[in-house]
């Protein structure tokens, strides 16, 4: 699935999260899941919850090869 700043300006009015796709996207459109991955990635967890929240879950699987380590 893909998502652009427009989508999400149509789903939510959360600046946090609007501010914070803009700052990494501008305007051009991008796949969910690496959105997702980028914000957890950047340690905004709290981004990553709101996106799942306003655009929905997905069903994408992310594989990890070797031990995963959570930062905290």
Known sequence: MKIN?????????NQTILGWFEQKYQTQETDYQAALDA???AGKIG???????VVG????????????????
Do not use: C, N, Y
């Open 39 to 41: 914000a957890v990635e």
């Open 57 to 72: 879950s997905t069903q994408d699987v992310l594989k990890i090869t070797g031990d995963l380590v959570i930062k905290t």
């Open 5 to 13: 700043l427009e989508l999400l300006k149509s789903k939510t009015t």
């Open 47 to 53: 981004i990553a919850h709101g996106l799942l929240e």
